[in-house]
């Protein structure tokens, strides 16, 4: 089966990598293990991950990379992340260390750190320190002007790879009297300080990716030449925002290689193992346990696909998607994973060679980071409550960037260029998947009319409408506050990333459900049982109508069964002799 266009180049770097079942294998699950175990960097699977080219998917064509479309580059992380998810995080963070020269720095100086990433190098990010945390405009590592450049001191901590990065690019408080508009971006290259200006710091222990780099640095009189600026002196916190919004959306890749990986141990179990005279699998709430699991997971999927999309196709509107999709999808894959622990029962737990490798517990100890970096759950809720008041006026003017909304939704259209200076820290349009919902709750009740649709489907799309206006409503009410922001807020902004999940689920189905016509597309399956779990979150306190969700059982075991990936696309998996 051939992959769908979008996963071709992480088809191909799977099939370098061969079948991570295969314990000859370099990346492979039982490697992986033992790193873990030894608490040891990944090395050597990094290096082959060179090897085969993956640091040229993080450097944009324009500055002599290969990154084309960054709904690619997403399937490409989340590959490896099925595999690992240390490794994804080791590995991809050059991604996010460079990121900033993408977004904020002249051509010469992308295509110069392009080249290096081309030929290995690795990039940090020094955002954080270990009193402020997420507080970024609290910073204390500050830069001072000193002759043609800068001399950095202070500390940054919980940075990834911050002892492996030959380059780290750092946030610093350029003048202490601009607010804001004091921090500006070094891409500073330790390799070309005194070595006498900067330490590492000791690495930090982790409950999970236990074998990656995290820890910091401490700069004392550091000098930097002023090429290391990053954009202009004081655009540092901007560059950083409009940064997040690439890496936010990008780090959903994660997620959902970490569900790909525990989905396919929950259903192998439950195909196998025999229980009470049964198949584990025939049991009524094992595969309702394993139905919501892959409902929710094909839900973030499509919030994905058109999250990473709209890097190109609505790229005004980042401010809004990001953050929805660095809230909804971790939280979300938390659950599943914590739902299938329990279809595993006690070789949920289990550790080293007794069962599968320990992976199960390995992911479910890996992913809980993934809410954390790039901005925490709390952050990114935050930056929509901010956000209601712009969201709600261009609501009701029913505000919709079509030609971009079309181009985020169908799959097989062609992206624009990604234009960095669309990027926006406020969402001035709204967001056109939202904006749009009633138009596409039409279609489908027309098409349900129509027999085109089942009839439960639509009315599943009708309530997700009525639901939007009453979380409309609540947004509306909301009085912007600076600091104190009420816990009501935050509910409220949940129950928005619901809907926006809801209606790039809607609008997916829709535009694709022709040309993907298969078991899950075809009747808009997968979109009702979605749009349940949608609702679900939505309305916490009513019955769950999710009789849908039995119907998706034997499509995920087909899947399974047939050595592909649990996706709304066609996705076959690696697999070879030992």
């Not at 690019?169 to 070309?192: E, I, N, Y």
């Not at 982790?206 to 700069?219: E, T, Y």
């Not at 509910?491 to 926006?500: D, G, I, N």
Request: hydrophobic share 45%; aromatic share 6%; proline share 4%.
């Amino acid at each position: 089966m051939s992959p769908h266009p979008v996963q071709r180049r992480a088809a191909l770097l799977d099939s370098g990598l061969g079948d991570p079942a295969n314990t000859g294998r370099l990346f492979s699950y039982a490697r992986c293990a033992a790193l873990d175990e030894r608490e040891e960097f990944p090395v050597e699977i990094c290096r082959e991950l060179d090897l085969l080219g993956l640091p040229r998917a993080y450097v944009p064509v324009a500055y002599g990379g290969e990154l084309r479309g960054y709904d690619e580059t997403l399937q490409l992380i989340r590959a490896v992340a099925r595999r690992d998810l240390t490794v994804a995080i080791a590995h991809g963070k050059t991604f996010l260390g460079a990121v900033s020269a993408w977004v904020g720095g002249t051509p010469e100086q992308a295509r110069a750190l392009g080249a290096r990433i081309a030929d290995g190098a690795v990039v940090s990010w020094g955002l954080t320190e270990r009193e402020h945390g997420s507080d970024l405009l609290a910073g204390e590592v500050t830069a001072a002007a000193h002759g043609a450049g800068y001399r950095v001191s202070g500390e940054k901590w919980l940075i990834n790879n911050a002892n492996r990065g030959e380059l780290v690019c750092l946030l610093a408080r350029t003048d202490a009297s601009a607010g804001a508009r004091g921090f500006s971006l070094l891409l500073v290259d330790k390799q070309a300080l005194p070595r006498e200006t900067w330490r590492p710091l000791p690495g930090v222990k982790l409950h999970g990716i236990r074998g990656a780099d995290i820890g910091g640095l401490s700069f004392t009189d550091a000098p930097v030449p002023g090429s290391a600026l990053v954009g202009t002196e004081g655009a540092g916190a901007e560059i950083v925002l409009k940064s997040l919004q690439l890496t936010r959306t990008l780090c959903a890749s994660l997620s959902l290689g970490a569900a790909d990986n525990a989905l396919d141990l929950a259903v192998g179990y439950a195909r196998h193992r025999q229980a009470y005279g049964h198949r584990l699998l025939d049991l009524p709430q094992t595969r309702r346990l394993l139905a919501r699991s892959y409902a929710d997971v094909l839900l973030c999927e499509a919030l994905t696909l058109v999250s990473a999309r709209s890097i190109h196709a609505l790229t005004g509107e980042l401010s809004v998607v990001s953050a929805v999709a660095k809230y909804l999808v971790p939280t979300v894959v938390d659950e599943v994973l914590a739902r299938l622990g329990t279809v595993l029962g006690a070789r949920s737990l289990l550790a080293g060679d007794t069962w599968e490798h320990g992976r199960f517990q390995k992911v479910q100890r890996d992913h809980r980071i993934v809410g954390t970096f790039d901005g925490n759950t709390l952050v990114n809720l935050h930056a929509l409550v901010n956000h209601f008041p712009l969201l709600v006026r261009q609501s009701r003017k029913r505000t919709v960037d079509t030609a971009g909304l079309a181009a985020a939704t169908v799959l097989d259209a062609p992206l624009p260029e990604f234009d960095r200076e669309g990027l926006s820290l406020l969402p001035r349009t709204g967001s056109s998947l939202t904006q749009s919902l009633a138009g596409a709750v039409a279609e489908i009740t027309a098409e349900a009319a129509g027999g085109g649709a089942p009839a439960s489907l639509a009315a599943a799309a009708q309530q997700l409408l009525a639901e939007a206006d009453a979380v409309l409503e609540a947004m509306a009410g909301h009085r912007p506050t600076a600091v104190a922001v009420p816990a009501q807020a935050f509910t409220t902004a949940e129950r928005y990333a619901a809907v926006h999940a809801g209606a790039a689920a809607l609008h997916l189905w829709l535009r694709n459900r022709h040309a993907l016509d298969d078991g899950l597309w075809s009747g808009g399956l997968w979109l009702e049982a979605a749009l349940t779990r949608v609702l679900a979150r939505l309305r916490p306190g009513l019955p769950a109508h999710d009789e849908v969700l039995d119907r998706l059982v034997p499509h995920l075991t087909a899947q399974h069964a047939g050595g592909r990936l649990p996706s709304l696309l066609p996705y076959s998996l690696v697999k070879d002799s030992a």
